[in-house]
T-cell receptor
Framework: SAVISQKPSRDICQRGTSLTIQCQVD?????MFWYRQQPGQSLTLIAT?????????ESGFVIDKFPISRPNLTFSTLTVSNMSPEDSSIYLC??????????FGSGTRLTVV | QKEVEQNSGPLSVPEGAIASLNCTYS??????FFWYRQYSGKSPELIMS????GDKEDGRFTAQLNKASQYVSLLIRDSQPSDSATYLC?????????????FGRGTQLTVWP
């Protein structure tokens, strides 16, 4: 199955700054997804990233706050912009490699102070 | 986001017992369903997928699907302490094999020796 390398694994950031999270997949995948998981909660889908097109955002998430890039079939980035303490969460990228499920990166634990 | 509901936990069972995890979903047209296991501080890992009504067995795990009732379950036989984790039910967006995956809140399972 595909392996996704996600970095950074954790970061502590000042409010008002931005953080870019990177995900590298070891094989080509059509769709990549970005999720947020707040402490003790389930995964909430932020957006879907296709190569060569704008990301599709879920209700409650906007491009200005969470810009996404998908320059090729193995890589994607998510930026958390103008951060506030409410953005403290675990951010996960995911890719569907076939019809049998989705693989996740190891996650980025973000703390905004 | 599509609604995916899981039975509230936490669930605690003795070693060797059967653990039963339940999930309901709101989109009647959904066709693909997944169970993920998430250890504390780790990213989710796929343990079962099911697409057709009935049972699907894989080792100690059995997934059950009833589309008429919009119900998915996971049974873990001969539960082991290493099965202690949060189990997430996920439903694939209707009408797509390359679509968005929506998660329930998860059920925390503890297997005590």
């Amino acid at each position: 199955s595909a392996v996704i390398s996600q970095k950074p694994s954790r970061d502590i950031c000042q409010r008002g700054t931005s953080l870019t999270i990177q995900c590298q997949v070891d094989s080509q995948v059509t769709m990549m997804f970005w999720y947020r998981q707040q402490p003790g909660q389930s995964l909430t889908l932020i957006a879907t990233a296709n190569q060569g097109s704008e990301a599709t955002y879920e209700s409650g998430f906007v491009i200005d706050k969470f810009p996404i890039s998908r320059p090729n079939l193995t890589f994607s980035t998510l930026t958390v912009s103008n951060m506030s303490p409410e953005d403290s969460s675990i951010y996960l990228c995911s890719a569907q490699e076939d019809s049998y499920g989705y693989t996740f990166g190891s996650g980025t634990r973000l703390t905004v102070v | 986001q599509k609604e995916v509901e899981q039975n509230s936990g936490p669930l605690s069972v003795p070693e060797g017992a059967i653990a039963s995890l339940n999930c309901t979903y709101s989109d009647r047209g959904s066709q693909s369903f997944f169970w993920y296991r998430q250890y504390s501080g780790k990213s989710p890992e796929l343990i079962m997928s099911i697409y057709s009504n009935g049972d699907k067995e894989d080792g100690r795990f059995t997934a059950q699907l009833n589309k008429a009732s919009q119900y998915v379950s996971l049974l873990i036989r001969d539960s082991q302490p290493s099965d202690s984790a949060t189990y997430l039910c996920a439903v694939l967006e209707r009408g797509s094999t390359l679509g968005r995956l929506y998660f329930g809140r998860g059920t925390q399972l503890t297997v005590w020796p």
